[in-house]
């Protein structure tokens, strides 16, 4: 390469002459370095959410491209505000969240408390725990199906071997009163790991001293407990939450291999019912106006936790 | 050994210990179902009560791969003999081998496309983010802040219109579509990682590199990349394994030439229902790599998951 002439001419310029010739300024890198990214973003991000804006005033249906497309204003928000399966799905997805972040919060902060006894091989047993988390939702959450059969599966076998019940009597997917604990129990399964491990990490950032400060004032353990541990943690706990919020406020692989929504609708969540309205029914406008409607709530709702998170961190 | 009272006591240890290991074994219980399905036949996969004890067999694997057809007891004796283990199988259930089946093809595209993605991620990610780290941008802050709220729509809500965008363009079901969408899904997860781990690298190195006469993209290439490596390669790990367990859009903007493997492996029917082992031998072999990758994976994984919000 050194053969080239124009490195022998930059090897024999001044290091600020050539700097001012070869190399542009910071400024025009920066632009050059986001620029890419900034664009892909838009492109893909942005202008499909203005288009989105757009369509929800109208009444387009993406499978008949040819019928002409008239705006009709506000009336697919007015119709979603009046739909009633609307709300039964938002009824839906607030069960499975508070169900889901209560679960994964207790049993979370549990396992990263005993993780953080540093008893031996803490560190191995930790990756094993965190194994499900990264895994393909929808094909794990297609084998769960399988363990969930009436009489064959795995989970109704041990249900059986514990309790005595028929294990051909319940059926967790098909039963209306059981399907949506089903989808609990494996997002539980699925992402306790996830609680458990930003836990552990409020748990190890408390230094030695506090306790040992705490130990010689003769605070009890249970006092130690709720006035340092606990306070210590809660960002660390609130963060995990706001993750878990958002991510289960948008379920819809798990949930669609598991039940797919049913039986007949006790488990379609706001995401399975936006997919059924827009890819199914093809009412491509009212489900473009649904689907602004779910993103400004979560978009507000994770804004007004961020701020109560940043207040409690500056406690 | 020094006494400290922050120490648990040894009997605290071996109750956490306990308690901490019962919880792992149960929660591997239905990770290694699926392994161990993946080596039942058929009918053992559904007998009652299920079976832990079996003799193990490739059925389900060799069922993943091959379409088989059933032919009568008479056509079946007038055959030569299988020339292979699989055939043996097939042959044992009164069917032979038709032909390869779909799945060695979703399976590369799942590959295609996580590898494309990933790539085209951290190239984008690793510029914008030593953007971010190093020079003054303008509303940086709120340009860092819009990366990350792209995050927060619901897949489904943007695929209403880049599945007309791309029917316009004529990406739908294309790798190209696939992996330009992966990336701009990645691209916030790349940007706020990299950014973590290139803050972490002292200025001085490029400054002192400037003053030798590097151009700024000489400092870049020479100094701050190298230096940046593991942190490169724990975010690259990151994306292709989201990429790899995608599934709404995947299974909405894809159907044939571009599927990959998630869409496709809950629909993998055997004769008479749906053939378990096969189901179980896709899903391990689609799960293997992301538990190999998570094991080493495991000092920055928290970072990862949590954008780099929390380091540990």
Known sequence: ???????????????????????????????????????????????????????????????????????????????????????????????????????????????AWLINKKFRGNDLWTTIIVLPMMLSPAVVGNFWTFLYQPQIGLFNYVVSFFTGVDPSSFDMLGSVDLAPWSIVIV???????????????????????????????????LRQFFTITIPMVLPFLMLAVLFRGIENFKMFDLVVQLTGGGPGSVTEMASINLKREAFEKWRTGYSSAFAIILFVTVFGLASIYVKALNKVKER | MSYSITEPSSRQKWVAGTLVITYALITMVPLLWIMMTSFKTPPDSISYPPKVMYQPSLEGYVNLFTTRT??????????????????????????????????????????????????????????????????????????????????????????????????????????????LLYTAVNISLAVWLLKGFIDEIPREYEEAALIDGYTRFQAFYKVVLPQAATGIASTAIFCLI??????????????????????????????????????????????????IFTVMLRKHLLRGITFGAVRK
């Open chain 1, 187 to 221: 997002d539980t399964w699925m992402w306790t790991p996830f609680v458990m491990l930003i836990c552990l990490a409020g748990l190890r950032s408390i230094p030695d001293y506090i306790y040992e400060a705490a130990e010689i004032d003769r605070a009890s353990k």
């Open chain 2, 242 to 291: 989201f990429a790899w367990n995608e599934y709404a859009f995947a299974v909405l903007l894809t159907s044939g030439t571009a599927q990959t493997a998630p869409p496709f492996i809950p629909t993998i029917i055997g004769v008479g229902g749906l053939d378990w082992p096969a189901i179980a031998a896709g899903a391990t072999l689609f799960l293997l790599p992301v538990m």
């Open chain 1, 1 to 111: 390469m050194s053969g080239k002439t124009i490195d022998r001419v930059a090897s024999a310029t001044p290091a600020r002459v050539a700097r001012k010739v070869k190399g542009l300024s910071d400024r025009a890198i920066a632009w050059i370095f986001v620029g890419p990214t900034i664009f892909l973003l838009l492109a893909v991000n942005i202008f499909p959410l203005i288009w989105t804006i757009n369509l929800s005033f109208t009444n387009f249906k993406a499978n008949r491209v040819n019928r002409a497309v008239e705006y009709i204003g506000l009336r697919n928000y007015e119709r979603i505000l009046g739909d009633s399966d609307i709300w039964l799905s938002m009824q839906a997805t607030a069960h499975f969240l508070f169900w889901t972040l209560f679960f994964q919060v207790l049993i979370g902060f549990t396992l």
């Open chain 2, 70 to 179: 059933r032919v009568s007891p008479e056509k079946l004796a007038s055959l030569p003999p299988p020339a292979n283990f699989a055939e043996e199988i097939v042959r044992n259930r009164d069917m032979v081998i038709a032909g390869p089946s779909k799945f060695g093809g979703r399976f590369l595209n799942s590959v295609i496309i996580g590898f494309g993605s990933t790539f085209l991620s951290i190239f984008l990610g690793t510029l914008a983010a030593y953007a971010f780290s190093r020079f003054k941008i303008p509303l940086a802050d709120d340009l860092l802040f819009f990366i990350l709220s792209t995050r927060m729509m619901p897949p489904i809500a943007v695929a209403i219109p880049i599945f007309l965008m791309y029917r316009k363009l004529g990406l739908n079901d294309t790798h190209l579509g696939m992996i």
